[in-house]
């Protein structure tokens, strides 16, 4: 049914029709509204036969998950940021041990500087767990990949994230399509697990496993993923035969046939860079834009595919490795390594912290690309008069003090002159 | 019972016939009536925890884990699903690609066995089905690293059992301190040397206290030394749903630097001389304390363990010697641990 | 503020139309200066950069003018709607005003007559009412939809009379600038 609802709404009411059997509530901006959502879905009978557990923390929250799921119960749990850090442990073991459960992070940045706004540093610490990691575009697709996650986490006994921007969607209220009960019934079948603690059939799960096995354990976590490459594009498939319409899959490609200059971004962003492409477009300009929406596993074949042919690929990402630069743009790398005539690439970060990535600074950004290329990772919208300053005092001064308290002082005594 | 058959010295057997003649069952099922022997006495006892596991000879935590399962196995009917934190238990268990295991197992993590457990009494619950939940890890995994999600589970009174063997201290790391090792204890983290060799006097950490200050339905310590009192133990806890814990007393052999032969004596010196209180608590009110047969002193105790050798090195004595046997004078006056002359024991 | 923008997003959802409504994301407590963006349009709203220069402005708290620049970007031919009982002389925004088209800022005391209609100081519906009069945006019947989607009852019914009393302000207000 059509509905003019927010975003983690939405999400809260998808993950209620996939009939979840056990979720674990810890709030921590911005994932609140979606677990608050479920809590009064179960409280007031809409969604029955699930127990809704009010855990001490997000590692406890995961760690209720392993246990339900372990058990035989479709598990269901939400994080963001910190609380991503503080369950790290138990997202490796979720993965490693095999259970199906889905998560949703409401992407947001990691402190120090603590930090509430949306970026993507949480999802790529995790980047290397052994999740299949899906990155929402709209809050449509937010709630169709919820549907999604769970018969891809079932099918493969692999735990999925589905990474929503925090505020920027969990937040925004907007036209979204919530399916009925019957229509996800239909398509999402019940938890049936490879694995399932039994008294009838006692197995043991979670043995220590040493050199002699322990590579083959995760080659077959790998070969898993390369599975879900394909099992991803086929339930995006069957999904909008289902549905009616496209979400999910690998990446998308708009406006990319002829194109000079390919963006490859992720998430929320690529709405205002297809407006930015038409506009760009509208002068004359061939450019396109790759979303990638399954981050794990990465789809280095077919991306390699869609890339082939342009001049450029600029890729805006809202994380960064530092001391390294943007992962994306890394893995993008990857993929570009053995084209002959491979595309320049141009990386830059951009939003991290919840900075709003505007039309004009993309603009800018996808014309340099091309006229006057740079070297290394490009910080969008950087205030280099500040950080100047700042790194002229430290070369100064032993006893500086701390950085983001310094920047902060000289932004409110100077202004944010850029 | 059998290691502890094993272990009595020829001199030491009359006197034990004399124990269990006075009901206390610490040495075997002979003269006890059928309906009164111990699980581990029945043929059909589960043997949850099968031998062909790689624990070290005289291992408390092995001997403490099969008593406790099995008792609570019969329990159940069987019904059960334990849940496991890293430690000694789940390693020598489950050397891949086998395991001892004879019911469903699982191990996830070392911090949250509580609440993994809590995850499957709610996967139990919500598909409606009868089947029980053990959770069960060592002192570090619990008193430490586990304490969190022990409490929320605690707190929220799931339907879980938590079993903490009790060795004092994180032996599977070789044997390093953890916050129940007991004050002046040489640990690999602790070591018996300088001004203030070995463990500090800290403030100390009950976590059985702890627990029954969550007022839960169940609370109890027990020991491997007296392994009916731990089966009855079990089987009341798993007579009662919501949030239990048991503690078991468990030396270790390597940890403590005693003789494998002595860690049924070890256990019941702890209990003896004060320093391992042995009580029951429902609701938030301890219910029923195991009075000390006779009080031994702290010494006889402390003796036998080469973690405590540093404090017997010296001409004279060690005055940390006289704060740990106040410490176990304390426990005593504070849970009436010596009986009156007209209670029995 | 954040509700505003939602049952403005809700009426525009009613009339068929896209709307896309997101809060100013901060961490904000009661009392605190809020920010709330709605979008309208006709097609799919794919943008999700914050607001900077929008079409209309809505002021509920006037006392803001002195912390923050809220004019900033504000459409030289864009609508402004205050929550006030004084005149833009009094608030010294009256050469702001000027320079809009006629009839493009308005005056409206929301929060008395959500005190008249609702007894609490929630000027949303009443703000909203008078938007729906502001370039006729959205229906006013649309906007009585939203507010009792929103809420419903007796409290949603006080709303949409503060609403309905508000619309008939500023449609006054728009009839004599007209009138000029």
Known sequence: MLKQIEGSKAMAEAIALCRPEVICAYPITPQTHIVEGLGELVKDGHLTDCEYINVESEFAALSVA??????????????????LLYMAEAVYNASGLGLPIVMTLGNRAIGAPINIWNDHSDAMSMRDAGWIQLFAETNQEAVDLHIQAFKLAEELSMPVMVCVDGFILTHAMERIDVPEQPQVDAWLPPYDPVQVLDPAEPISIGAMVGPEAFTEVRFLQHYKQTQALRLITDYARDFEKAFGRESGGLLRAYRVDDADVLVVAMGSVCGTIKDVIDEMRDEGIAIGLVTIVSYRPFPTDELRKMLAGAQDVVVVEKSIAVGVGGPLANNVDMALRNLPDAPRLHSAVAGLGGRPITKPSLHRLFRQASVQPWEGTHFLDLNERIVGREIHTTRKKRRSGPTAENLLRRLATEGDAR | MSEARETLAPGEAVQRLKFYQKGTFTVGNRLVGEDERSVQASQDRSNALTCGHRACQGCGEALGARYAIDAAMRATGKDMIAVNATGCLEVFTTPYPETSWQLPWVHSLFGNAAAVATGVAAAMRVKNKRTRVVAQGGDGGTTDI???????????????????????????????????????????????????????????????????????????????????????????????????????????????????????????????????????????????????RKQVPVTDYLKRQRRFAHLFKGDRPDPRVARLQAMCDANIADYGLVAGADEEV | MVTAAEMLSVAAFLEGRHAQAFPSFGSERTGAPVVAFCRIADREIRLREPILEPDCLIVQDPTLFKAVDVFAGLKSDGYLLVNTNRSFVDLHIDQIARRLPAGHAVAVPATELALKHVGRPVPNAALLGAFAALGELVHFASVQQAIEKTFPGKIGAANVAAASEAYEIVMAQERAAAAV
């Open chain 1, 66 to 83: 392993i246990g339900a799921s372990a058990a035989g119960a479709r598990a269901y749990t939400a994080t963001a940021s910190q609380g």
């Open chain 2, 146 to 292: 586990g304490f969190q999600c022990l409490s929320g589970m605690f707190e929220r009174n799931d339907d879980v059992l938590y079993i903490c063997y009790d060795n004092e201290g994180y032996m599977n790391t070789g044997v390093q301190r953890s916050s129940a090792t007991p004050p002046a204890a040489r640990t690999a983290t602790t070591p018996a040397v300088g001004d203030e060799p070995g463990n500090v006097f800290g403030t100390g950490k009950s976590v059985p206290k702890i627990a029954v200050a969550h007022n839960i339905p169940y609370v109890a310590t027990a020991t491997v030394a007296d392994l009916h009192d731990l089966e009855r133990k079990v089987t009341k806890a798993m007579s009662v749903h919501g949030a239990r814990y048991i503690q078991i007393n468990v030396p270790c052999p390597l940890g403590w630097g005693a003789a494998s032969h002595d860690t049924i004596h070890l256990a019941r010196l702890a209990v003896e001389c004060g320093l391992y209180p042995i009580f029951e608590a429902e609701h938030g009110r301890i219910t029923h304390v195991r009075k000390i």
